[in-house]
């Protein structure tokens, strides 16, 4: 491994899935500006869509997350090329 390229800032940051509320605890050196509290502690807070317990090709449902109408963004875009 080269020397020096890796961060060292590493510390226990908390992610929650939006989508159906689960925490989960790992370390990162991502910068967050929220917190939240887990068991009596608090850790820097990262919001997630989607992960690991919601993600389809994990939980093997099928799940539609269309955030801020991107899929009617895309269609509107490509309508013109129809044929």
Known sequence: MKQGIHPENYRLVAFK???NDEVFITKSTVNT????EVE???YPLVK???SRSSHPFYTGKTKLVDTAGR???FKNKYAKFKK
Do not use: H, N, Q, R
């Not at 500006?33 to 939240?36: P, V």
């Open 40 to 42: 009596g502690t608090e």
């Open 33 to 36: 500006k929220e917190t939240i």
């Open 71 to 73: 899929i009617d963004k």
């Open 48 to 50: 997630l869509e989607i």
């Open 17 to 19: 899935d939006m989508s």
